[in-house]
């Protein structure tokens, strides 16, 4: 059984919105946190949300805040990040994570991974 597995990536217009999806599994949902990450091509892997599960507590870049939301579903078996007036900077492949460590937004936290999904915002 894979971890995690993204959906929801695709092609958008700049000012557009999509949102992605992120099945976790039982090797996964216990993790006390989940994030999403992004990677452009040539560039380090970054932090984009993150929730801490127990609490409910977020976590956002600055890129990204009042612009992205993370969220889960009731039964906590899906993680989503609803992304709203995309930038074509926004460009990347978004991965989600699971992890027990801190800090919520470094990729070395988190020990699961999903394949990734792609996003392409045009201007």
């Known amino acids: 059984q894979v971890p995690l597995v993204e959906s929801g990536g695709g092609s958008v217009q700049a000012g557009g919105s999509l949102r992605l999806s992120c099945a976790v599994s039982?090797?996964?949902?216990?993790?006390?946190?989940m994030g999403w990450f992004r990677q452009a091509p040539g560039k380090e892997r970054e932090g984009v949300a993150a929730?801490?599960?127990?609490?409910?507590?977020?976590y956002y870049a600055d890129s990204v805040k009042g612009r992205f939301t993370i969220s889960r579903d009731n039964a906590k078996t899906t993680i989503f990040l609803q992304m709203n007036t995309l930038k074509p900077e926004d460009t990347a492949m978004y991965y989600c994570a699971a992890g027990v460590r801190q800090p919520p937004l470094e990729p070395n936290s988190y020990n699961y991974w999903g394949q990734g999904t792609k996003v392409t915002v045009s201007s």
């Open positions: 929730i801490y599960t127990l609490l409910g507590t977020t």
């Open positions: 039982r090797y996964t949902v216990s993790a006390n946190f």
